[in-house]
Every structure is written in structure tokens, then in C-alpha cells.
């Protein structure tokens, strides 16, 4: 148990190190709003993850050919980042009457999440092979690095906040 203890911890530091584009939403929305929206943006991962995860277990134990999904994902990421990045770089004109509009950080950090590819690439390629050898012993060794994962992955994110 101290072995999934410890890769879930070392996976989670390296992870929230890497830039991501849900980081630069973080980043976006807490500059723009405040900082209780990025903090909406950091816990998305805990809201999306789960059904990934169970999805990757589901699709390894049953498909050997994933390769069309990740790429379905991967080209529908894309073009939410290319609509993200347009929409930032684009230029408006000065309106004087400005209303206040409600950010929906925890919707663009889901949307995001959902479409990006780097949370399905690790669940298929590393995370869910490691819980199918944890489950194979007890249930605390996959508690255990699903723990330790993602709170040094939150720990990571959330510093960026400060």
C-alpha cells in the first residue's frame, strides 16, 4: 500500500506541475474575476475525473483499440481551445454601460476538462493499469493513490491561485 501510496504522490507533484490548458483557464479566470473562480476551476478535476476514470477502467477491461475515442476527444479539445484562444484575443470595442456578467468558471472548467485529452491519456495509459494491479490486492491501495494523487495534484494547481 505504501508503494501506490507513494507513486500516487510523486504522479500528483508532476502533474500539477505541467501546464495544462484547464492551468490556463485557472490562471484566466482568477485574473479576470476572482479568486473564488479559479478556485471553482481547481476542483473541476474532482467533478470530471471520476466518470474518466471509470470510463478508462470500463474501455481496458472490455476494448483493446481506443485509439478512435482519444482522437474524437482530441480534435473536440482542440476547437475549444482554438474558440478560447480567439475569444481572448480578440479585440472589442469600449462599451461604457458594462454589466457585470457572471463568470461560469465551473462550467468552462468542466467543459474544458472533459474535452481536454491529458486526463484521458493518463487514466488509459498509466492511472488505470495502476488501480487494476491495486485493486488486485485490497481496497485501500487504490484509495490510496487516488488519495494521494489528487491531493498533491490540488495542492499544485490551487498554489497558483496565491
Wanted: include cysteine; charge should be positive; charged fraction near 10%.
Amino acid at each position: 500500500m505504501v508503494y501506490y501510496l507513494t507513486v500516487g504522490t510523486m504522479l500528483g507533484l508532476s502533474c500539477g506541475f505541467s501546464p495544462s490548458p484547464l492551468m490556463t483557464l485557472l490562471v484566466t479566470e482568477t485574473l479576470q474575476h476572482d479568486i473564488k473562480s479559479g478556485v471553482k476551476i481547481a476542483l473541476v478535476p474532482i467533478i470530471t475525473d471520476l466518470p474518466i476514470i471509470i470510463l478508462t477502467l470500463f474501455v481496458l477491461s472490455k476494448l483493446s483499440n481506443f485509439h478512435n475515442i482519444l482522437g474524437v476527444i482530441s480534435i473536440a479539445g482542440g476547437f475549444l481551445i482554438l474558440t478560447m484562444g480567439y475569444g481572448s484575443i480578440r479585440t472589442k470595442g469600449i462599451e461604457l454601460n458594462i454589466r457585470e456578467a457572471e463568470p461560469q468558471s465551473l462550467r468552462k472548467g468542466v467543459l474544458v476538462n472533459v474535452l481536454n485529452p491529458n486526463p484521458y491519456l493518463f487514466w488509459f495509459s498509466v492511472g488505470a493499469p495502476i488501480m487494476t494491479k491495486a485493486m488486485s490486492l485490497n481496497i485501500s491501495a487504490p484509495l490510496a493513490f487516488i488519495i494521494s494523487l489528487y491531493t498533491l495534484w490540488w495542492c499544485q494547481k490551487s498554489s497558483w491561485l496565491y
